[in-house]
């Protein structure tokens, strides 16, 4: 009996001939476990929706993470929007047409109501917190208890800030909301733990491993809708602070400053009095991953509100910001 010869050898290991996966197919794949594991074993739950890209691209994984072979679809989380009551208003359309094309229960937190309701008790519109940070955090951890919700998801990204590498995708909350970066939990192979105590709940952040390029490839691959403001137009703004702030009736504007007509977009969205704008000519989501690339500034670089006193974000996480 002749041995085979070497040349004769079946040497492949993959004989099915898969094709490699992508970097954007290895982080939707992650990202779909987390949202299965959040709605199996804590539900329910709700995600923070800002309506601001990171969020879209949340609520793009939810849905076509529970959307069946058929192609119906029952979108298995709330949304929750946080409403500082000076948002962009191409930014409440957009959070509204969302909520409707997902058939999501969309529930608004409106900040200036819950003030006059005595629900928020810190100070609004304060020189040391332009963003009304205390204010909103306050409002989070309300709408927690109030929903009896288990689980908050959110879409922060790990290089946002430098703080959030100290933070799990499963990232334990107490009663009050407060977020110890001592008390955080192990997640070693991606094992989460999913247990809560009575008053406890949770944050998950199913695009943690993703950065700013890979959310806006993903984007461009999905061809995920975003407010307009993410994209080039024209408006009036306010240089202040090292930033273009978009200028509106009701926006005070100094003696020494001068409204100008400019070709602008946004990077990150929160409140129109301390979003800052960026000059640009990006239209489409290659355009913008260009410009990402060519950038020598960190996303958030343009938010006003992050010169504030105990603003940073360390601070805000263990008061219990997102």
């Known amino acids: 009996m002749k041995h085979a010869q070497a040349d004769q050898i079946d040497t492949r290991t993959n004989s099915l001939a898969l094709p490699a996966l992508s970097t954007l197919d290895r982080l939707e794949g992650e990202a779909f476990d987390i949202l299965w594991t959040t709605r199996a074993e804590l539900n329910p739950a709700a995600i923070m929706f800002s309506a601001g890209k990171d969020s879209a691209c949340v609520a793009h994984l939810a849905e076509k993470a529970f959307r069946t072979s058929s192609g119906g679809l029952e979108f298995p989380f709330s949304l929750i929007h946080y409403d500082s009551g000076a948002n962009f208003p191409e930014v409440l359309q957009f959070r509204q047409d969302t909520a409707r094309r997902l058939g999501a229960d969309l529930k608004v937190f409106h900040l200036p109501s819950a003030a006059a309701e005595g629900i928020v008790t810190a100070p609004l519109d304060t020189a040391e917190d332009p963003g009304n940070v205390r204010g909103l955090v306050q409002l989070i951890n309300y709408s927690a ?39 955080q939990r192990p997640e070693p192979w991606s094992l989460y733990n999913t247990t809560l105590r009575a ?6 952040f199913p695009i943690s491993n993703w950065t700013e390029r890979n959310v806006w490839e993903y984007i461009a691959r999905e061809e995920i809708a975003l407010p307009s403001i993410y994209y080039a137009h024209e408006r009036e703004v306010v240089r202040r602070k090292g930033a273009w702030l978009a200028v509106f009736p009701d926006t005070p504007i100094a003696q ?15 409140d129109r009095h301390t979003t800052g704008f960026i000059e640009s000519e990006a239209r489409t989501p290659t355009q913008v991953l260009d410009e990402i690339l060519r950038a020598r500034t960190s996303e958030r670089a343009g938010r006003v509100e992050d010169g504030g006193a105990g603003t940073d974000m360390e601070s805000r996480k263990r008061l219990g910001w997102p």
Do not use: Y
């Open 199 to 204: 008053g406890e709940h949770m944050r998950v």
């Open 145 to 183: 208890s109030t929903l009896d919700v288990r689980a908050l998801i959110g879409g922060g990204r790990r290089d946002e800030e430098l703080v959030r590498a100290k933070e799990r995708i499963f990232s334990l909350r107490d009663s009050a909301g407060r977020w110890d970066p001592h008390a």
């Open 256 to 270: 020494h400053e001068r409204v100008e007509r400019r070709v602008v977009r946004c990077r990150t969205v929160g």
